[in-house]
């Protein structure tokens, strides 16, 4: 009996050690810890070996927000190559987001953590947000949203103080929404074409990405900060493809508006060019045009780019600040366009 007992015990402490696994169903659950998807000390972010990090050539602008990004897949399954919008992911999949800034002493302070799953029941994407507690040591389910005061640094180490808006998860779906079926926005391998070492090429060879091209034919959205290699309007189109296209076209929550902002968007009014506003009411502040080709500050677009006024503010969701880098971009690709557009 006394063998028993000792065998019950090492078994009993061999399985708490195991890694836990992605939840399989619809049911969110309450802790992020619960979930597996980090090894060791969880602020640290290290992933297991089924979850993948990976990086965007041109991210979204979230108030400044240093943003660590994972992907985890079910065990014995991989992403099928897509030559435009997201990969295809399997069922079981999260894709998770995990946001953070730098405090006034340097110290990189965790705020939320977004997941989307696509659940296996279904095969549909569902969203939910944990939030950090103050002491780093874990991240609740929320749904409710919530506005979290901060003080961070930019880009340039400048102090910021701001209320960080956690959205709900009603939020989250206006955002992924695409005909009304809601979608991951990143991922796409236009995207993901980036990092030293290419992420791609690695997926491919480590068997978790499938028929993926030769890497020379698969697209690469422009960084938008690189203007060694970029020219102005590439870096522009690629920042409005990222912060603004997945509401501005087809399908998307702003569809009603005609102003159509993905990267290869060919028509000038789809563009805003010489467009007026739809449905804008006072958040056009007295302006006639999306864009004015060579005048930014007769533009709308740069106007409410411009702002953080609700109502008027674009995004309208996601931030709480004015990207002053990304104003100053499109404010020059502006004022650079011919005005023959």
Same mark, same amino acid.
Request: aromatic share 8%; net charge neutral.
């Given at each position: ?184 926005? =990143?991922?796409? #391998?236009? %995207? ?9 090429? !690695?997926? @491919?060879?480590? &068997? *978790? $990405? ?40 087809? =399908?998307?929550? #702003?569809? %009603? ?9 060919? !028509?000038? @009014?789809?563009? &805003? *060019? $010489? ?56 404010? !020059? ?9």
């Amino acid at each position: 009996m006394r063998y028993v007992i000792v065998l019950i015990l090492a078994m009993t402490t061999l399985y708490s050690c195991r890694p836990k696994k992605p939840a399989t169903t619809s049911g969110f659950l309450e802790k992020l810890s619960d979930y597996g998807f980090f090894k060791g000390k969880l602020s640290q972010l290290s992933p297991e070996a089924h979850v993948h990090r990976y990086d965007l050539a041109t991210p979204l602008f979230t108030d400044y927000a240093i943003k660590d990004r994972f992907i985890a897949l079910p065990e014995g399954t991989g992403m099928q190559y897509r030559d435009s919008g997201a990969l295809q992911f399997p069922d079981g999949t999260f894709i998770i987001k995990n946001f953070s800034y730098r405090d006034t002493a340097g110290n990189k302070v965790l705020i939320e953590t977004r997941l989307l799953h696509k659940d296996p029941q279904d095969g549909k994407w569902k969203v939910m947000n944990y939030l950090w507690n103050a002491a780093q040591t874990e991240a609740e389910k929320w749904i409710a949203g919530k506005q979290v005061p901060i003080t961070l640094l930019d880009d340039h180490q400048q102090r910021i103080s701001t209320l960080y808006q956690v959205p709900n998860t009603n939020d989250c779906k206006r955002c992924h929404s695409s005909n009304g079926t809601l979608l991951p926005i =990143g991922p796409k #391998a236009r %995207n993901l074409h980036y990092g030293k070492g290419e992420q791609l090429l !690695q997926w @491919a060879s480590a &068997g *978790i $990405l499938q028929d993926m091209p030769d890497i020379s034919r698969v697209p690469a959205l422009p960084v938008w900060t690189d203007s060694l290699h970029y020219s102005i309007s590439q870096r522009a189109r690629a920042y409005l493809d990222v912060n603004c296209a997945h509401c501005h076209t087809k =399908g998307g929550d #702003a569809d %009603n508006t005609g102003l159509f902002l993905e990267y290869d968007q060919q !028509q000038p @009014a789809h563009l &805003g *060019i $010489l467009k007026g506003p739809v449905s804008a009411g006072n958040g056009a502040g007295g302006l006639d045009f999306d864009i004015v080709p060579g005048n930014a500050a007769a533009s709308i677009l740069t106007y409410r780019m411009n702002s953080t006024e609700p109502g008027t503010a674009m995004p309208e969701l996601a931030r709480t600040l004015v990207h002053k880098e990304g104003v100053a971009l499109i404010v !020059q690709w502006i004022n650079e366009m011919k005005k023959e557009q």
